[in-house]
């Protein structure tokens, strides 16, 4: 609401219109409907001086939270459309002085994993895996997303061998789409990109025999109650999954997705959690030292700020 009269975004005019407009708060018709949401927000992303701004704040309000290891993630591709006076460097640049900035106001750990959008050229693909290779120094990871529905991971499996063997760390959106194909996606998004972790991954819970692939090569799910109800993922939450895929020896941990359009802080997917799960105190521990000693940022860093031993 402050930045998009800054760049030329008229503001509705009630509070109810502009969260209408900007915002995911109740279930969407489907995941692409949600992606749409994001292209209001994209227009404000306009200045290093913002982008700067958004970094640091998005530390202070995970700390605020309560968060002590945190992972970030962005697309370069998403940030640049429509702003010519951002190149791939530049946006970087900014994202990265508003971290550190942070890391230096609050002792947390905090990475930056940068997005393939599956949804653009191979041509764009390419580029981008190329921009987080070159800036390893400071990227994590490399993570493929966007609408999975009609992109096959495969064709993304050279990008994602060549970030590996530059010693970045990989993880992919999949299996977040209500279909039963998802599973497939899953188990090609780690046998044939190498995922070590799936963000979302949740519709395994569909096929019992990727679930098992997916228990015994102790990929975590960075599953996001929240999302997954706004996207449709499940018609709601009594009939989210995590408690099947825990109990089947899953590792999963609790995460929340886009907490600036969704509306939502970590503490939001707790308490649905604890609401509609029965989550207790040792839940939620169990699934913190799960992503713990699954995060991709250095081990040192994560131990600096856990408040228990870190787990193998």
Request: proline content about 7%; charged content about 25%; aromatic content about 8%.
């Amino acid at each position: 609401m402050e930045l998009a009269p800054q760049v030329g975004i008229p503001l509705p005019a009630s509070p109810s219109a502009w969260r209408d407009e900007f915002l995911v708060t109740s279930p969407m018709r489907d995941l692409d409907s949600v992606l749409k949401k994001f292209l209001h927000a994209q227009k404000v992303l306009s200045s290093e001086e913002i982008l700067e701004r958004l970094a640091f704040e998005a530390c202070e309000d995970a700390w605020n939270d309560g968060i002590l290891i945190l992972e970030l993630r962005y697309a370069p591709s998403f940030i640049a459309d429509g702003h010519a006076n951002l190149n791939f460097d530049r946006i970087h640049a900014a994202l990265w002085r508003g971290i550190e900035r942070a890391r230096r106001s609050f002792p947390m750990a905090v990475g930056l994993i940068g997005i393939i959008q599956r949804i653009k050229s191979f041509e764009t693909a390419r580029t981008v895996a190329d921009f987080v290779i070159d800036h390893r120094d400071s990227f994590l990871g490399l993570d493929l997303a966007d609408n999975e529905l009609g992109f096959d991971p495969k064709p993304f499996a050279p990008l994602f061998e060549k970030a590996r063997r530059a010693g970045l760390r990989l993880t992919v959106h999949s299996g977040e789409t209500p279909d039963d194909t998802a599973p497939k996606w899953v188990r090609d998004s780690i046998e044939v990109l190498g995922a070590e972790r799936i963000g979302h991954g949740v519709q395994i819970i569909r096929d019992p025999q990727v679930l098992a692939f997916v228990r015994d090569r102790k990929i975590p799910l960075e599953v996001c109650p929240i999302s997954n109800w706004l996207t449709r993922a499940f018609p709601d939450h009594q009939s989210h999954p995590i408690r099947r895929l825990i109990e089947a020896g899953v590792r999963v941990t609790i995460n929340t997705d886009d907490p600036g359009i969704f509306d939502t802080t970590l503490t939001d997917d707790y308490e649905v959690l604890a609401r509609v799960h029965g989550f207790t105190a040792a839940d939620f521990n169990h699934a913190n030292d799960i992503a713990a000693a699954a995060s991709f940022i250095p081990r040192a860093e994560r131990a600096r700020v856990w408040p228990r031993p870190l787990p193998p």
